[in-house]
């Protein structure tokens, strides 16, 4: 728990000390009024003796009394409602908040740096207020009155009239049946007589005489004459004199309700010539009973009647009780208490007190103990006194206790005022209340076992909560502490009596008693089970008190010797939650921030963006509107793993506070916004207008746009050309301050200077976007923020333009109307400027209107709010702000300081420098069309046969920007055509498309062929091996490798419709494409290697370093190729003939140039559900095993019945093929590569 003020030791006896009842006059009570006091209130600062106090007890021995305090309350004849008691521990506890500025403890738990507070002063209110506000029970008797102050004035007209009737007033209450409130200790109640007397106003001799009256009548040991009011009221500005009052009144005018300014309960104002005064404690002077007012009627926590008969907190009434303790405290704080008294005053009272105690109300109880130790002396037959005899109760055999669940509920069991069992208790409590716990736990001891006996419950619970107490606060701890005693009076309250006020005060005595021995598990324990959600007082909702023990609890996890960090955190959100429903916003805030001191940054995505969020509506709730914006802002920048109805919440909570917060300051500057994601690193800014794919138009001369990718390549080609041509101009030298120009600026480039760019030439900037949420985002008014330098032409600056609401004579801004970005979408968006001013331009970043689309999706009863509607889509709610581009540049490497640190140059590409007008080099060209005129083949194997999905006859046209697929089928040359050709044994095949055939060998093709063929042959070719006893195994490889080879060069002849200078031109060319191997793309021009990955380094140790002579699987399954030849469909009458017959070719075709033996296996392998789904229904007829052996590139064909019994879909692809070398061992045997999927559909006729 956290630190109190008060320890253990000092908390329980000022909890629990003797209560004194003050009866006063009118008069008596005018003469405080004049301080803004109540007698009460009067007496309050002074109410703890300044010294020890001595009595005797039963066994004559001297007793010391240590910091004594009294409490004088005027007597209350109604009890204090549930209601008002709940309202009050509310006002209370909102009314204590964390001071500004206090330091909090900082406790560090392994990874956790935690700021803690240090106190809890709410909670210390909270259990103070709750203590005092018990209202007082028949089963035990430390809150009941043990005396009466009898209180008049001297400038009374019969001062002793007055005191006899306020004791005949005081003899009725306490004994007639009709006042069953306040309760009394003892029928023979002290009376002690006061008299008041106003020093500035009054008689002294008069007051002096009727005092030696009233000790004549009533002795000198119980009367006393107070002077106060040394001073006028007009003087009290005059001197300063110290206010003891006002730190008692601010924290009990509301809990006492005894403010008169401004107090819950029905104030009505005097009828009698002290009209100007007000009631006190709820007193209606009105009424009148033989002279005296009737002011015992009203208790101060009684509701007002007029006001809710709920008396709920947790609704939306709590706010009006926290706006009423701020009124009562600001009404309080201009009121100057005890103006009328001086320091002699304050003494004088003091001095009261002490004789009140000393002469009066010691000496009552020391009286009052002895009667009744001898009362049960003598009942109990039992010899000398209580106090001897402890040991002789304790001794001997002792009779097994029965447990709680064993005893009957006689909770409403009541005992007569007479009976031995309450007279123990009655001594049990005046000793724990002179603080005397020896002689106090045995009497409690005592009586919890008769209580037992009797299975009076709710009395057996007082006495063993008692018992424990005392048995802890024993001087020199003569026994450990009982928790066993407490853990079952609280199950007793709780269970059998269903009283949850005194199940809690056992349990903030005993967690505070735990506490102190360091038993931080089991306080921790304790305080939460009374935190149950169903755990209801009469009606009272107990979310406060579960906020409050929540949060104790968490602090006993974080104070244990190993702190239990998750512990603290998940309890405080707890208590934070409870808060909450008690209407306890701030406190609420208050715990969700502690906790997120420990969920925070620890992958705890879930519950983070759960404590963001209750941050967020608490702060809004509080108008903490900053505070909210940050909280919701955390949930979206994180990468988040809520579902998209969540994210919507979070989504439309941030922007619905974000407009209110930017409503409050309208003309302030525009925020940063969290989404969407840019990634300024990416950004990429083109210089120049964009290409047009108009024909014939003029564009410039360069390779560069934002439609491809970087290339270095290219990059370096232009590059070496732009040097040539400025060497060329200055007669071959390059001078020495040239640099390329650069029209697209990106992460490859050089983005050390400030780039050029020409006025009047658009200025592209492309934003790389990315939307991490599962909601789409919707961007409108999106354009580029900037800040621009004019120059004039002489080249001086001028005044800084920055966009605000735009300059369009400077900067020309275009403006994206909508911007949608779909759900986990990255997206770019290409920015236009028009620079219209020569001067030094800064692009900032982008400004944008941040919304959802309306009707997107509701979630938890939350609707889209209505919005407008702008162009194709419709904003649900939207909000302005910005997003800086932050660019970093490259980390310098140069010299040695910068290897050593980290050290990042500039970047500035955004950073343009606008500079006049200048020449543009400009090329116009267009292709309108293309057509494939003729595709041609070149190989020593192989030819093309056919083109296969395209008409021959007509031309294959592609447009500007159009791609197209072409089939062609392509079959192996024949022996003799081979030996026909020229030496090189090349065929030529043409398709043609157009009109007109043109013959490939004859034409610039074949030279074309020849020439790179002839390039290749160049190239040094692997040298034969010369061992001789490896030449078969590589000839063997050679010939698999063989299987997958073709060798075809394909050539296609096309032609180009070119538009320039608006004039259309025809240009003929060809491309090759050579396919060296089946299953891999070819490409007529270079393909850019992508860099291998990264890898990391790996170690091992070579086991076998020889290679393997051995082809791999895959060479291996391309020796054989299969087809299936069966008709798509078969009709078969099942109802005549069950069996369905379908003839099936299976083509088995040997791809290499040797010999090989074949397997074909038609039994089914796979036994899978899905499998057997789909061909368990059907069987190959015949032999389920077929060898072969087929000769060099030899076609066979393979009969084969397939059997259905069923209609459906089938898939014949099951047969499986082996395949070896005829004169190779059976190792290289493998699985042939299957065929396609080869479905049938069996239909019934």
């Not at 004199?241 to 104002?269: A, M, R, V």
């Not at 001087?475 to 269970?495: L, S, V």
């Not at 697209?744 to 658009?762: A, G, I, K, Q, W």
Request: with cysteine; glycine share 4%; charged share 20%.
């Amino acid at each position: 728990m956290a630190q109190c003020v008060q320890s253990v030791q000092e908390l329980i006896p000022d909890s629990f000390v003797p209560c004194v009842a003050a009866l006063c006059s009118d008069e008596a009570e005018r003469l405080t009024r004049l301080n803004h006091l109540s007698f009460a209130e009067l007496l309050k600062p002074f109410s703890r003796l300044t010294s020890e106090v001595h009595m005797r007890d039963p066994n004559n021995q001297l007793h010391v009394i240590k910091n004594l305090k009294i409490a004088v309350s005027n007597i209350i004849t109604q009890p204090p409602q549930p209601g008002a008691i709940r309202k009050l521990l509310n006002d209370v506890v909102s009314g204590s908040q964390p001071a500004e500025g206090l330091v909090a403890n900082v406790i560090t738990a392994g990874d956790y740096d935690l700021n803690i507070s240090a106190t809890t002063p709410w909670f210390e209110s909270y259990r103070e207020t709750f203590l005092q506000s018990m209202p007082a029970s028949d089963h035990e008797f430390l809150n009941h009155y043990l005396a009466c102050m009898l209180v008049t004035s001297s400038s009374e007209a019969e001062p002793m009239e007055q005191f006899s009737k306020l004791s005949q007033e005081q003899h009725r209450i306490q004994h007639n049946n009709d006042y069953s409130y306040p309760k009394w200790f003892i029928p023979n109640t002290l009376k002690y007589y006061v008299l008041l007397h106003d020093v500035s106003a009054g008689d002294e001799q008069r007051a002096e005489s009727i005092y030696e009256e009233m000790k004549q009548k009533y002795g000198t040991q119980g009367c006393y004459l107070l002077k106060i009011n040394s001073r006028t009221p007009n003087r009290a500005s005059d001197e300063q004199i110290p206010d003891p009052w006002s730190q008692y009144l601010q924290k009990n005018s509301i809990q006492n309700q005894e403010s008169y300014e401004d107090g819950p309960c029905t104030i009505t104002s005097n009828k009698n010539s002290d009209s100007n005064l007000l009631s006190l404690d709820g007193l209606d002077n009105e009424v009148k009973v033989d002279g005296l007012p009737n002011n015992f009627r009203t208790h101060p926590l009684q509701l007002d009647p007029s006001g809710d008969s709920s008396n709920s907190i947790d609704g939306p009434d709590h706010v009006k009780s926290a706006s009423s303790l701020h009124e009562t405290k600001k009404a309080n704080a201009g009121i100057i208490h005890g103006a009328c008294l001086t320091l002699t005053d304050h003494d004088r009272i003091r001095q009261f007190i002490q004789e009140f105690t000393f002469r009066g109300l010691l000496p009552h109880i020391e009286k009052t103990i002895r009667q009744l130790n001898d009362q049960l002396i003598s009942r109990k037959g039992l010899s000398r006194s209580l106090f001897s005899a402890t040991k002789k109760w304790f001794s001997g055999s002792k009779v097994p206790e029965k447990s709680i669940n064993e005893l009957k509920n006689t909770s409403g069991l009541l005992y007569p005022p007479e009976a031995p069992e309450l007279q123990i208790r009655k001594m049990a409590d005046l000793c724990f209340l002179v603080q005397h716990y020896d002689l106090a736990y045995s009497c409690y001891h005592t009586a919890k076992k008769d209580f037992l006996n009797d299975q009076a419950m709710l009395y057996a619970a007082g006495a063993l909560e008692m018992a424990a107490v005392s048995a802890f606060l024993q001087p020199g701890a003569p026994r450990p502490y009982p928790a066993h005693y407490m853990d079952t009076a609280i199950q007793t309250y709780r269970d059998i009596c269903k009283n949850m006020v005194l199940a809690e005060r056992c349990v903030l005595l005993s967690a505070e008693i735990l506490k102190s021995q360091s038993k931080y598990s089991e306080a921790a324990a304790l305080l939460i089970r009374l935190t149950s959600e169903q755990n209801t007082w009469k009606g009272m909702d107990s979310d406060l008190r579960s906020a409050l023990l929540l949060e104790q609890a968490a602090h006993c996890f974080i104070n244990m010797k190993s702190p239990m960090v998750r512990k603290y955190a998940f309890h405080m959100i707890l208590a934070g939650h409870r808060f909450s429903k008690a209407g306890q916003k701030k406190h609420a805030l208050r715990c969700y921030c502690q906790a997120m001191q420990v969920y925070k940054g620890k992958g705890w995505s879930l519950a983070e963006d759960h404590i963001n969020f209750t941050i967020g509506r608490q702060s809004y709730t509080l108008r903490q509107l900053d505070n909210a914006v940050s909280a919701f802002r955390h949930i979206l920048i994180n990468e988040s793993k809520q579902s998209a109805a969540q994210q919507g919440a979070f989504l439309r909570e941030y922007l619905y506070v974000y407009k209110n917060v930017s409503q409050l300051s309208p003309d302030g500057p525009l925020p940063q916004l969290p989404l969407p994601y840019i990634n300024s690193s990416a950004t990429r800014v083109f210089f120049g207008h964009d290409r047009r794919p108009a024909d014939g138009e003029k564009q410039a001369a360069t390779h560069v746009s934002l439609d491809q990718e970087y290339d270095s390549e290219s990059s370096q080609q232009w590059r070496e050309l732009e040097e040539h041509v400025v060497a060329v101009v200055n007669r071959g030298v390059l001078p020495s301050n040239f640099h390329p120009t650069e029209y697209c600026l990106n992460s490859y480039s050089d983005n050390s200077r400030f780039p050029l760019t020409v006025v009047e030439e658009p200025i592209t900037v492309e934003v790389a976007f990315r939307n991490p949420l599962k909601v789409p985002l919707l961007l409108t008014d999106l354009s580029l923020l900037w800040k621009f330098q004019p120059k004039d032409v002489s080249g001086k600056e001028n005044e800084v333009k920055e966009l605000v609401k735009g300059e369009p004579e400077m900067i020309g801004t275009e403006v994206v109307s909508e911007f949608l970005i779909n759900s986990e979408e990255s997206k770019v968006a290409r920015l236009k400027l028009f620079p219209h001013h020569i001067g030094e331009l800064h692009i900032l970043g982008v400004v944008y209107n941040l919304g959802t689309i309306q009707g997107s999706m509701t979630v938890d009863g939350i609707g889209a709010l209505p919005g407008c509607h702008t162009g194709k889509h419709s904003l649900s709610m939207s909000v302005r702000g910005r997003q800086d581009l932050e660019i970093q540049g490259p980390r310098l490497n140069n010299t040695k300081e910068e290897k050593t640190s980290i050290k990042y140059g500039p970047d500035r590409r955004l950073d343009p420098i606008i500079t006049e007008e200048m020449p543009l080099l400009e090329s116009e060209a267009g292709v309108k069309e293309f057509h494939i005129v003729q595709v041609s083949s070149s190989s020593k194997h192989w030819k093309l046969q056919k083109s296969v999905n395209l008409s021959e006859n007509k031309d294959a046209k592609l447009a500007n920007r159009e791609k197209g697929k072409f089939c062609f089928k392509a079959i192996r040359c024949k022996e003799e055509e081979v030996a026909t050709q020229s030496s090189e044994r090349y065929t030529f095949a043409d398709i043609i498309f157009g009109n007109e055939q043109i013959v490939s060998s004859a034409s610039p093709c074949a030279d074309f062929f020849y020439r790179s063929l002839s390039s290749e042959l160049k190239k040094p070719q692997a040298q034969s091996s010369l061992h001789t006893e490896k030449q078969s195994i590589e000839d063997t490889m050679r010939l698999i490798q063989k299987c997958n080879e073709v060798d075809l060069n394909i050539v296609v002849l096309w032609k180009a419709y070119v538009v320039e200078d608006s004039k259309q031109l025809i240009l003929e060319g060809q491309h090759h494409v050579v396919l060296r191997t089946i299953g891999k793309e070819a490409f007529s021009y270079p393909q850019k290697q992508e860099p291998p990955e990264m890898e990391l380094l790996k170690f091992f140790r070579p086991e076998n370093t020889t290679v393997s002579s051995r082809p791999s699987v895959e060479q291996l399954s391309n020796l054989i190729r299969t087809s299936l030849h069966y008709p798509e469909s078969f009709s078969h009458p099942f109802h005549q003939k069950s069996l369905c017959l379908v003839p099936v070719t299976l083509l088995l075709s040997n791809c290499s140039k040797a010999d090989v033996d074949v397997i074909v296996d038609l039994r089914h392998k796979t036994t899978s559900p899905e499998a057997l789904e789909i061909h368990g229904s059907f069987t190959w007829l015949g032999q389920t095993q077929y060898k072969l052996h087929l000769k060099s590139q030899e076609l066979h064909s393979l009969q084969l019945k397939a059997c259905f019994v069923h209609t459906g879909v089938y898939n014949l692809g099951t047969p499986r093929v082996f395949a070896k070398l005829s004169d190779q061992v059976t190792v290289f045997e493998t699985s042939q590569q299957s065929s396609m999927p080869a479905l049938i559909i069996i239909n019934n006729v």
